[in-house]
């Protein structure tokens, strides 16, 4: 395969509303998260590819539970890249903050982000342009959503705060694959903080309508975000002024404070 192959990234659904993010070049693969090991089974079996290694972002079970399946079906030494503790099962590498990732098959360089907030040690793998990568693309897990953000189980609102900023200074054009198929809901709630934003009303539209047609509204944008997503506009007035109804008009000092209020407004939304 010439290593300058474009690289293709495909969802495979999982559970009721998973995306196991496999890349590949025709013939080598990656995927990432793989909750299930069946559906991914089957899609390399039906795309001829071969698994050549696994990424995880986080611990939790929808996002490592088929890695021991796989290995087990394919080869016990394909490599698992993953963030520190000891729930990773069959990791062989791990990963830390700013660590850069060298895939030889699919060819793939990538760079690691600590991003805690949903859990305390997740990651995020970004792959910025390069010969077979046409547009940046960010693997993110549960930390950013299309229009939303990841609950809170293990980390606080400064530390969701600090992982979103980080990918907010990436490029516009950034590619977002995030692991659930959780936007339409999302954008209920976004709509009521920010009711008037219509870049958010455009969007709705059009989410609606993929789904309608059944396709995923997957990847968004980190362009798109900073436009739509309110955990990613926690520093805009629109979404402060909500924030601070909600709050009781509290004074909210940073957008982590912004931030732990609609987060906790989306809780019980």
């Not at 979103?164 to 198929?181: D, I, R």
């Amino acid at each position: 395969m010439d290593k300058n192959t474009l690289l293709q990234v495909w969802p495979i659904p999982a559970f009721d509303d998973n995306y196991i993010w496999c890349i590949h070049d025709g013939k080598s693969a990656l995927v990432v998260d793989p909750g299930d090991s069946a559906p991914v089974l089957e899609y390399l079996l039906q795309s001829g590819l071969e698994l050549k290694g696994i990424l995880v972002t986080h611990h939790h079970a929808d996002h490592t539970g088929g890695i021991l399946n796989l290995l087990t079906a394919l080869n016990p030494k394909i490599p698992v890249f993953g963030p520190k503790g000891s729930n990773i099962p069959g990791r062989t590498q791990l990963v830390n903050d700013g660590d850069k990732l060298e895939i030889d098959a699919p060819r793939l360089s990538l760079k690691v982000f600590e991003v805690p907030g949903h859990t305390l040690t997740h990651v995020a793998y970004f792959a910025n342009m390069q010969a077979n990568v046409v547009e940046p693309m960010l693997f993110c897990g549960d930390t950013l959503f299309a229009s939303g953000c990841g609950r809170l189980f293990e980390g606080t609102p400064t530390q969701m705060s600090d992982s979103l900023e980080k990918f907010a200074l990436l490029p516009k054009n950034t590619l977002v694959y995030c692991t659930h198929e959780y936007t339409l809901s999302n954008i209920r709630f976004a709509l009521a903080v920010e009711p008037n934003n219509t870049n958010l009303i455009d969007w709705a539209r059009r989410a609606q309508e993929f789904r309608h047609q059944g396709l995923p509204t997957l990847p968004t944008t980190i362009g798109q975000e900073l436009q739509v997503n309110p955990f990613m506009r926690c520093n805009q007035p629109e979404v402060i002024s909500a924030a601070k109804q909600i709050a009781g008009n509290t004074e909210l000092p940073t957008p982590a404070h912004v931030l732990a209020v609609i987060r906790a407004w989306k809780d019980r939304f």
